[in-house]
């Protein structure tokens, strides 16, 4: 884990503080004009399309990446597609450890995450790769709300410095922090934002296909997620510094 810098992280949390009212548009204007082409939008969900929508009204250029884990639904490749379509944006995708996939599958097969817990799993198919692509940049912005997932997302701020990526200079941004999925969906029906035609099917969060399922009317979004696992464990190491994330608010 990188070593935090103490005066960046001084700086954020006033940053955070001073924003921490303000509308993602506000959040994103800030984010895209500090750091201009050294920061990306990463987009799997329907929050990040949100973000995706809103900055392309700010910005023509926006950078976007997402993660292909190789065990995708095919309505989510398809959406791919999709998204690059809508806002002409050169999407980047950043593929599986091919070797520690490999080597997971040689050595426990395609489904040992129900048995041993998605981490491993997760740390070849997308840690890893989400790595590889931070390493290039100087901040990131992410579809994180704070209603997600109650055990590890409550306390988000709306700008962070990632504790879990980069040299200890990264910078997180999390416009959504404080919006409910309403709003984010209230957001795509307005504005005739594209989303994942699993939406229509059940599934509230949507990740790897063996891992996701639709929820029954009532149950908490992220309970289609790694459904055989305790809540406090529904990370997949993406936003593994939000365990550390009180530290610096």
């Given at each position: ?38 920061i990306s939008i ?191 464990k529904k990370e ?14």
């Amino acid at each position: 884990m990188p070593e935090p810098n103490p005066e960046l992280i001084k700086e954020i949390k006033q940053l955070a503080e001073g924003y921490k009212d303000s509308s993602p548009q506000e959040i994103l204007e800030y984010a895209l004009k500090r750091f201009d082409n050294g920061i990306s939008i990463a987009f799997s969900g329907a929050e990040d399309v949100v973000l995706i929508d809103m900055a392309s009204k700010i910005k023509a250029d926006v950078s976007v990446f997402s993660l292909d884990t190789g065990r995708l639904h095919p309505e989510t490749y398809k959406f791919f597609d999709v998204v690059r379509d809508k806002y002409n944006i050169p999407l980047e995708i950043f593929f599986a450890n091919r070797e520690k996939t490999e080597e997971l599958v040689l050595n426990k097969g395609m489904f040992s995450f129900y048995k041993d817990g998605h981490e491993e799993c997760c740390g070849a198919r997308k840690v890893d790769p989400l790595r590889r692509s931070l390493s290039t940049r100087a901040a990131w912005i992410t579809g994180q709300r704070k209603d997600q997932s109650p055990n590890t997302r409550a306390s988000i701020p709306v700008i962070e410095v990632d504790s879990a990526f980069g040299d200890g200079t990264l910078v997180k941004f999390n416009p959504l922090a404080n919006w409910t999925s309403k709003q984010v969906w209230d957001h795509i029906r307005e504005n005739d934002v594209p989303y994942n035609e699993l939406h229509g099917k059940g599934y509230a969060s949507i990740g790897c296909e063996p891992c996701t399922r639709p929820v029954l009317p009532g149950q908490h979004e992220r309970e289609g997620r790694w459904w055989w696992e305790e809540a406090t464990k529904k990370e997949c190491g993406l936003h593994s510094g939000n365990k550390l994330v009180e530290d610096q608010i």
